[in-house]
């Protein structure tokens, strides 16, 4: 019996470390790793490797620009950016594909996929409904989105960094974006 309850624990633990996590940055989008020399964004889906105390060590995969090895995408359309390095090889490449594994902070995780990206979405949905109800974000692409979301930011009256994080949130859940607002 204590066999069985000691695999089953560890085997909870696993499911646990494999589960689906968000990079959430409390203010802003960027999550930056000054001694690891890379920048991570807020509401990236990631992989739990491992915890150790307060530091979590976490893979993203995504997609890699032939001509740019330091920056890693979620999509193959390199429109949704994961992160970014300054350092060429931390990036793991084969072909147009990259897995990346740093370590953050644990306060910079969170399972909750509404938690990482409620800025964003709250920006979507305060500023683009004032003229008109919201459309659906899945409807779209990303494409269709930078248009749709270019005609209309000057009418909003959206900040940059505001324009930066509403344009995020979109790409992520759009059409044919990562994430669907279900997850």
């Not at 499911?15 to 990236?44: C, F, H, M, R, W």
């Not at 992989?47 to 150790?52: A, L, R, T």
């Not at 990036?91 to 990482?116: F, H, P």
């Amino acid at each position: 019996m204590k066999l069985f309850i000691t695999a089953l624990t560890a085997c909870l633990f696993m499911v646990s470390l494999q589960a689906k996590s968000y990079i959430y940055v409390e203010k802003g989008i960027k999550l930056p790793l000054k001694n690891q020399k890379t920048i991570l964004y807020s509401g990236d889906p990631v992989k739990v490797i491992s915890k150790k105390g307060d530091v979590v060590k976490v893979k993203l995969s995504g997609y890699v620009s032939k001509d740019d090895k330091l920056k890693l995408f979620a999509t193959k359309n390199l429109k949704l950016l994961l992160a970014t390095t300054k350092k060429i090889g931390l990036i793991k490449i084969v072909k147009n594909r990259g897995v990346l594994e740093v370590e953050v902070q644990k306060k910079s995780i969170t399972d909750d996929m509404d938690e990482a990206w409620e800025e964003g979405s709250d920006l979507f949905y305060d500023r683009c409904t004032k003229c008109h109800h919201a459309k659906i974000v899945e409807h779209h692409s990303m494409q269709d989105w930078n248009a749709l979301f270019g005609s209309m930011k000057y009418k909003a009256k959206t900040t940059k960094k505001q324009n930066a994080k509403i344009l995020r949130f979109l790409r992520a859940f759009a059409k044919d974006g990562i994430l669907k607002e279900s997850d």
